[in-house]
């Protein structure tokens, strides 16, 4: 029997031997140099080319408590939850870190109002505390409370039949730092959303939920992993399993950027891929104890003037809940849930889809929405756990974990909200598989990257802003993206004053975060930058293509790209804009999926998982 960390090394076949394909790291005149070391402490987290090639280095050399696939916020959280209980952890993730489901989400923390119909109050009950725990004290930065309207359409019996779920609402989570639900009559109620149609309700509830951008927050539980000694890596994707017996010992991967692969030594490896959960299982050799449907969510995007109020809405339909969000200077509307079994890296939004959102929130307004007014849209796909016949609204949202085969644990289901308990329920099942004796999650107690210090910060804001030159209102916008961190983001401005610029079509966001997004958070193509490290892919009319070159030209002079380079960075970004236009003009899933996969992919050594490999 082995002891930690002294699992057999396994090499990958290439003809008639056996090779480590791990490239060393050539110097200017041909010598090759000793690889760069990844820094522990707070540096560890600036995820910089020296931190990844760095990483690609420990990945190639190192054996593994844990193997995490998947860097959505399942998988982040996970490899933070493992690192945080001194396991030796390595992250990889196949695009970008939040490229799937963890940035296309409705972007709240909330119990789920609907849940409690459902009679999940076990998974209600959760997701408040986790709420309570990401508002107050692990990610104050980032999550945010956000009050909601609640109308009530019928006399009599609605009022006091909301009233005794929201009070179970306020309560079920524990102690809880928002307000609790304040009843208003009708004319109170448009007092405060003049938007509404007068005969759409009759009187209404407010409460309070939680949002946060969905991306920033998993980049940060990423960093934050790093920050406590995981390897974390993207463009890293796995194309097979090492095997010893019947037992996974390990993944092989391949770097998408360069096309290089090496195999990771891994006691255990933990399946944290979502919607492709089946697809890892199916290359592992096993056969999972659950299968996973996709259901397709679709969001739209409006400007914050075309609707007048100061909450948010929760609206019920025929078959869901539909939300009206404020997200900054805009709303989101949200969102659709129907069966997806198409490409699901690129899920498509519909005309239809459109339609469906633009004619169930235009029936409570008083000024309707038309396309013209949609700035932005964006569909992503939760993982539910399936039976063979369930509507995919009607699926449950709690998560389960099991054992694929020996060495190898997935974890599918459960919501965003609740990522940090999934990824301590995945780390509880994997441990098993460990020759040693593991403590218990503590990431109830670790703040994420930029909460330590956050709101002695809010009160510096004035004294900050005049340091840097800025709008307190800007200081404070960069403050709840960055937090503690955002000395890190403004500084290199006082060197470079051009980067306290605004970037160009984009006004919300500066220049200084997007040098940031590269020197620190990982960014490795433009497309990352406008679609994850910041959000102006959704939140203006011309989805990124006005900022493109601008973005490109600065980012491109970090990571140093040539001008052709450049060229078709820009290119394959108008590519993806104008694909998913045209998906949007179709009106059913198949004729949009069509046109939306068709765009090509930015990162160009992905395998194709239809036809993997399985390393013996």
Known sequence: MWGPGQ??????????????????????????????????????????????????????????????IGGGVTGAGAALDAATRGLTVALVEARDFAAGTSSRSSKLFHGGLRYLEQ??????????????????YLAPHLVKPVPFLYPLTHRAWERPYVASGLALYDTMGGSSSVPGQKHLTRAAALRLFPGLRRDALIGAVRYYDA??????????VARTAARYGAVVRASTQVVGFAHESDRVVGVR?????????????????????????????????????????????????????????????????????????????HWLIGTTDTDWTLDLAHPAATR?????????????????????????????????????????????????????????????????????????????????????????????????LGADGYFAMRNQVDAL?????????????????????????LEPALAEPALLQTVPGAPDYLMAEIRYAVTHEGALHLEDVLTRRTRIS???????????????????????????????????????????????????DAD????RSAAPEIRPDLVDMDRPTIVR
């Open 7 to 68: 699992l057999p090394r396994r090499l990958i076949r290439i003809g008639g031997g056996y090779v480590r394909h791990c490239a060393s790291v050539p110097s200017m005149d041909g010598v090759e140099d000793s690889p760069p070391s990844i820094p522990r402490g707070g540096a560890a987290s600036r995820l910089d080319a020296n931190y990844r090639e760095a990483a690609w280095h420990r990945l190639c050399t190192d054996p593994f408590d844990v193997v995490v």
């Open 119 to 136: 009679l999940e109050f076990g998974l209600v009950r959760e997701a408040l505390h986790e709420r309570e725990l990401m508002t107050t």
């Open 211 to 220: 949002q946060a951008d969905d991306a920033r927050h998993t980049l940060t």
């Open 253 to 329: 991967v391949r770097d998408v950027e360069d096309g290089r692969e090496t195999t990771v030594d891994a006691g255990v490896v933990l399946n944290c891929t979502g919607v492709w959960t089946d697809e890892i299982q199916a290359i592992s050799g096993g056969r999972g104890r659950f299968k996973v449907r996709a259901s397709k969510g679709v969001h739209i995007v409006v400007s914050r003037e075309k609707i007048t109020g100061d909450t948010g809405l929760i609206l019920r339909t025929d078959t869901s809940v539909l939300f009206v969000i404020p997200w900054k200077n």
């Open 352 to 448: 239809a889809d459109i339609d469906y959102l633009l004619e169930r929130v235009n029936a409570v307004l008083v000024s309707p929405l038309t396309h013209d007014d949609i700035e932005g849209v964006y569909a992503g796909l939760r993982p539910l756990l399936a039976g063979e016949s369930e509507e995919t609204s009607k699926l449950s949202r709690e998560h389960d974990v099991a054992r694929v085969v020996p060495g190898l644990i997935s974890i599918a289901g459960g919501k965003y909200t609740t990522y940090r308990v999934m990824a301590a329920d995945a780390v509880d099942a994997g441990v098993g598989d460990l020759p040693k004796l593991v403590p218990a999650s503590c990431t109830d107690k670790v703040p994420l």
């Open 465 to 489: 802003a005049a340091e840097y030159g800025l709008h307190p209102y800007r200081v404070l916008h960069v403050l709840d993206r960055y937090g503690s961190m955002i000395r890190d983001v």
């Open 538 to 588: 959704i939140e203006y009319p011309h989805r990124g293509v006005e900022s493109a070159a601008a973005v490109a030209e600065l980012i491109g002079h970090i990571l140093g790209w040539d001008d052709a380079t450049r060229q078709h960075e820009i290119e394959q970004y108008t590519a993806r804009v104008d694909a998913e236009r045209a998906s949007q003009a179709k009106d059913d």
């Open 592 to 595: 949009a999926d069509a046109v």
